[in-house]
């Protein structure tokens, strides 16, 4: 069965970084576009980044863009998102997931980690 697993959350001081990464099973990983997606304290789901299959394209909300950098190594089938210049609106449980309609709709998600930025 289909297995998405986050680890690399924590507490982080504001403008430093975190890497999260995301090891997928059960299925093939090298076919699949993969997002981030994250939930913040008391509110909904917020798209964070998607890459194509072959980690040849990216794409970032605006609320991460030049902060946020998603990979991923079909080899060891895990997907990352590099997190720099963290800021307190970055606090969220962050999920990968597989999407089904890019940013609006998702097959399967990880149990999610979560990345809390305060002093």
């Known amino acids: 069965q289909v297995q998405l697993v986050e680890s690399g959350g924590g507490l982080v001081q504001p403008g430093g970084s975190l890497r999260l990464s995301c090891a997928a099973s059960?299925?093939?990983?090298?076919?699949?576009?993969m997002s981030w997606v994250r939930q913040a304290p008391g509110k909904g789901l917020e798209w964070v980044s998607d890459?194509?299959?072959?980690?040849?394209?990216?794409y970032y909300a605006d609320s991460v863009k030049g902060r946020f950098t998603i990979s991923r190594d079909n080899a060891k089938n895990t997907v990352y998102l590099q997190m720099n210049s963290l800021k307190p609106e970055d606090t969220a449980v962050y999920y990968c997931a597989i999407p089904k309609i890019p940013r609006v709709e998702y097959d399967y998600w990880g149990q999610g980690t979560q990345v809390t930025v305060s002093s």
């Open positions: 059960g299925f093939t990983f090298s076919s699949y576009a």
């Open positions: 890459i194509n299959s072959g980690g040849g394209s990216t």
